[in-house]
C-alpha cells in the first residue's frame, strides 16, 4: 500500500466535505432509525432493525475508507509538480490518431477519477500509460477494446 494518496485541493475537500455530512448527519439519522426500529419489539423477526444496522454497518465501514484516505493524503501544490512532462493533476490534449479526434484528460488519483469530467485515475491503463510522456510524444494502449493511439499535443497543470 502506498505511503500517501496525491490528491487535489478540490479532492481533498470534497472528501472531508463528504466525511462531515456521513459523521453529522447519516450517522444520527441511522441511530435513530436503529432506535425506532428497537422499539417495533422482538428484534429476531424484526425487518427494519436488521436493515438499519446492515446501513449503519455500511456507514462506518465508509467511513473508515474515507478516513483512511485522508489520513494518508498529501495535497499536490503547483511547485510539487513537473510541468515538462505528464504527471498526476497534468491535463493533457491528445490525438486519437486511430479515429483523428482530438480528447483530453486530467490525470488524478483514484480517488478523484470521474470519467464525466475526463479525470482518469493514474491506475487506469490510459492514465498509467501516459505517466512519463512529453508534448509529441505517440502513446500506444492495450485496452480491452482494443489498441489505443495516441499523440500528446499539450499537457499543462489542473491546479
Known sequence: MPDYIYLSQDG???????????K????PELSKKISE????????????????KEAQAVLETK??????????????RKNDIATDIVTILSQV??????RDLEVEY???????????????STTSPVGKALLGRKKGDIV?????????KYEVLD?????
Not at 12 to 22: H, I, N, R, T, V
Not at 24 to 27: E, L, M, Q
Request: glycine share 4%; charged share 35%.
Open 93 to 98: 490534449r491528445l490525438k486519437d490518431i486511430n
Open 106 to 120: 486530467t490525470l488524478v488519483a483514484p480517488e478523484e477519477s470521474d470519467f464525466k469530467q475526463n479525470k482518469i
Open 140 to 148: 500506444e494502449i492495450q485496452v480491452p477494446a482494443g489498441l489505443l
Open 63 to 76: 467511513i473508515l475508507q474515507l478516513e483512511q484516505t485522508m489520513s494518508r493524503a498529501k495535497i499536490l
Open 37 to 52: 426500529a428497537r422499539d417495533f419489539g422482538d428484534l429476531k423477526e424484526n425487518a427494519e432493525y436488521h436493515a438499519a
Open 24 to 27: 453529522g448527519v447519516k450517522r
Open 12 to 22: 481533498y475537500d470534497k472528501l472531508k466535505q463528504e466525511l462531515e455530512e456521513l
Open 155 to 159: 499537457l499543462k497543470l489542473s491546479i
